[in-house]
C-alpha cells in the first residue's frame, strides 16, 4: 500500500501559527479559523478528561437521558458538548447544533458562522479505552435565519475537522485548501503541526463495515462484501483486509493513514433505512475532508457533499474513501446491470470485476 503523500512542513508550527493566513483575512474564513482555535481548546480539555479514563469519574455512564436520535447519553457525551459549546460562546458562532441538543442553539446573533458538532463520537468506545472523537463543520449563517445555515449543502462548509483521542491526541481540519495534521503535545498542551497535504490513497484492500448487520443489507453492499471476502478466490482475484473500530474518527484516521473504504449503508432494521450516521455533523464534515485529501464520500447515489439535510439529525448512509472504490460502489447502486447479477447467472456478471 502506497505512503499518504505529504507536502514537506516546517514540524511543530502551533495550530495558531499555521491558522495565520486565515486569521489575517476579512471574511468568514478569519471567523473559522477562531472557531477551529476554540475547538482545538475544547478538544484539548476533553482528551485531558479522556487521558484520566475512569479516574475523571463514571464517562461511560448513562445520564439516563437519550438525545433526539434516541441515543443514550454518556457522561462524557454530556461533557463534550458543554466544554464545547462553552468555547463556541467565545466565538462569532450565530448558531450551533449538536448531536446532544434537541434542537439549534443561536449563540451571537450577529455572528456569521453556524457550527455542527458531534462532541463525543464512538461513545459505546469510552469504557473500553478505544480512540474517540469529536467531529466538527463549520459554515456560514445565512441571512435567512438559523435553519437555513444548516439545511444546507455540505459544499457550502468552509472548514470541518475531527480530534481523535487516541494513544496521541490528533487534530485534523480543512480550511479548503487541503487537509492538515496537527498533535496535542501533552507538554503544553497545544496542538502542532505534524502532517500537511493529507492525501488519501486512490485504491485500498481494506475495507471497514460493521459485519454484525450481514443480514440486513441490501443486494449491492453484499455483493461488494462478498467480492472482498471471497479474496483471491473470487472475482476481484485478491484478497482484502477488514477493520471496524466502531468510533467513526477512528476509520476515518485510518483512511487518512493507509486509505481504506468505509460504508455504514442503510440497511432494513427498523430505523436504519438510512444507515446510523448523522449528515449533518459527522457524513458532512468527513466527506469535506474525505474530498479534501482526493478522496470521495457518497450515500450509494449521489456525493454527500451535495445532499441537504431537511432535519438536524438526519441519517444518511456514508460510503467514503479512496476514490476508487467509492466509484465501485456508487456503480453496484447505481448501475442497472447490476440487476442481472441478482439472477441465477450471478457468477457470469463481469461488471463489477476488478
Ligand atoms: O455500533 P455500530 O452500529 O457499529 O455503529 C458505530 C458507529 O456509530 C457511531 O459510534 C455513532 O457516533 P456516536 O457515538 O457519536 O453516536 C460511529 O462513530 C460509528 O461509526
Ligand atoms: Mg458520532
Ligand atoms: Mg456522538
Not at 478505544?130 to 463549520?138: D, E, K, M, Y
Not at 441537504?308 to 476508487?324: A, M, N, Y
Request: charged share 20%; proline share 6%; hydrophobic share 40%.
Amino acid at each position: 500500500m502506497s505512503e499518504p503523500t505529504c507536502r514537506p512542513i516546517a514540524m511543530g508550527r502551533t495550530l495558531e501559527l499555521c491558522l495565520k493566513p486565515y486569521l489575517e483575512r476579512t471574511d468568514a474564513h478569519a471567523s473559522a479559523a477562531r472557531a477551529v482555535l476554540a475547538l482545538a481548546e475544547a478538544a484539548a480539555a476533553i482528551s485531558g478528561l479522556v487521558a484520566l479514563g475512569p479516574l475523571a469519574g463514571a464517562l461511560g455512564q448513562a445520564t439516563g437521558g437519550a438525545n433526539a436520535d434516541g441515543d443514550e447519553q454518556k457522561q462524557l457525551d454530556v461533557q463534550a458538548n458543554d466544554a464545547v459549546l462553552a468555547a463556541l460562546t467565545k466565538t462569532s458562532t450565530a448558531y450551533y447544533a449538536s448531536e446532544e441538543e434537541d434542537a439549534i442553539l443561536t449563540l451571537d446573533p450577529a455572528g456569521d458562522l453556524a457550527v455542527a458538532v458531534d462532541p463525543l463520537d464512538g461513545s459505546s468506545n469510552i469504557d473500553a479505552n478505544v480512540s474517540i472523537g469529536t467531529i466538527f463543520s463549520i459554515l456560514p449563517a445565512a441571512p435567512e435565519g438559523a435553519s437555513a445555515s444548516f439545511f444546507a449543502p455540505g459544499r457550502r462548509q468552509i472548514a470541518a475537522g475531527y480530534v481523535i483521542y487516541g494513544p496521541h491526541t490528533a487534530l485534523v481540519v480543512s480550511l479548503g485548501d487541503g487537509v492538515e495534521l496537527f498533535v496535542l503535545d501533552p507538554a503544553d498542551r497545544s496542538f502542532k503541526q505534524a502532517r500537511s497535504g493529507l492525501a488519501i490513497p486512490a485504491t485500498t484492500r481494506e475495507y471497514a463495515i460493521n459485519a454484525s448487520n450481514y443480514r440486513h443489507w441490501t443486494a449491492p453492499v453484499r455483493l461488494f462484501i462478498d467480492d472482498c471476502i471471497a479474496g483471491a478466490d473470487g472475482p476481484r482475484g485478491r484478497d482484502f483486509n477488514m477493520r471496524w473500530v466502531a468510533s467513526l474518527v477512528a476509520e476515518t484516521h485510518r483512511i487518512f493513514s493507509r486509505g481504506g473504504v468505509f460504508l455504514y449503508p442503510g440497511d432494513r432494521r427498523p430505523g436504519y433505512e438510512s444507515g446510523r450516521l448523522r449528515l449533518l455533523y459527522e457524513a458532512a464534515p468527513i466527506a469535506f475532508l474525505a474530498e479534501q485529501a482526493g478522496g470521495a464520500a457518497s450515500d450509494g447515489l449521489q456525493p454527500i457533499l451535495d445532499k441537504v439535510p431537511t432535519t438536524l439529525h438526519e441519517r444518511t448512509p456514508l460510503i467514503f474513501g479512496s476514490s476508487e472504490k467509492v466509484a465501485r460502489l456508487v456503480s453496484y447502486h447505481t448501475d442497472p446491470a447490476f440487476e442481472r447479477s441478482q439472477s441465477p447467472l450471478f457468477d457470469q456478471r463481469g461488471l463489477f470485476r476488478a
